[in-house]
T-cell receptor
Framework: GQNIDQPTEMTATEGAIVQINCTYQ??????LFWYQQHAGEAPTFLSY??LDGLEEKGRFSSFLSRSKGYSYLLLKELQMKDSASYLC??????????WGAGTKLIIKP | GAVVSQHPSWVICKSGTSVKIECRSL??????MFWYRQFPKQSLMLMAT?????????EQGVEKDKFLINHASLTLSTLTVTSAHPEDSSFYIC?????????????FGPGTRLTVL
């Protein structure tokens, strides 16, 4: 079966750094996505990795290891507005997105 | 560019009634649209994939006679929840893939919150 695992909830302090991990097992791989979702809103795109390595985009970075079926999202200089759920999603061989349950990130002042 | 809208953004209806949700690609043509459902604190679940001019492909466990999908044009897909019941209360999100776009691109609508009383 297809499976995406990520922690349910994490807490971090404003200004700090947090790493959200995601492991996956899917039928085929056409890229891994990270989305941010605030309560009551649709997901918004953060990053896309299809090759191994680190992709940096401002305060957010995403890493992928295809051989390990592993990715992480790194958030630096945390701000209160970063409090949200972060969804890991893998596009399988049929170009369908398989979603993780999301990691709720709580930022404390 | 690549904006997707949904209407309505929220709706409350009585049990037994039908509700139609629209998904529009505002500035591009969408050959494929996806309908997702998300229950509180759960991941997005793909309900169906619709291609313009053809019947939708439903995921296992999704009743096609209850969730009617019409994709009549390259910019509009509709999801009708027929004879809605309280257990259908959920957050419904559509996404669209551009005509001649990358297969790994999906642009999401803002979602529709359905509450069935």
């Amino acid at each position: 079966g297809q499976n995406i695992d990520q922690p349910t909830e994490m807490t971090a302090t404003e200004g700090a750094i947090v790493q959200i991990n995601c492991t996956y097992q899917t039928s085929g791989f056409n890229g891994l996505f990270w989305y941010q979702q605030h309560a009551g809103e649709a997901p918004t795109f953060l990053s896309y990795n299809v090759l191994d390595g680190l992709e940096e985009k401002g305060r957010f970075s995403s890493f992928l290891s295809r051989s390990k079926g592993y990715s992480y999202l790194l958030l630096k200089e945390l701000q209160m507005k970063d409090s949200a759920s972060y969804l890991c999603a893998v596009m399988d061989s049929n170009y369908q997105l398989i979603w993780g349950a999301g990691t709720k990130l709580i930022i404390k002042p | 560019g690549a904006v997707v809208s949904q209407h309505p953004s929220w709706v409350i209806c009585k049990s037994g009634t039908s509700v139609k949700i629209e998904c529009r690609s505002l500035d591009f043509q969408a050959t494929t649209m996806f309908w997702y459902r998300q229950f509180p604190k759960q991941s997005l679940m793909l309900m169906a994939t619709s291609n313009e001019g053809s019947k939708a492909t439903y995921e296992q466990g999704v009743e096609k006679d209850k969730f009617l999908i019409n994709h009549a044009s390259l910019t509009l897909s509709t999801l009708t929840v027929t004879s809605a019941h309280p257990e259908d209360s959920s957050f419904y999100i559509c996404s669209a893939r551009r005509l001649a776009g990358e297969l790994n691109e999906q642009f999401f609508g803002p979602g529709t919150r359905l509450t069935v009383l």
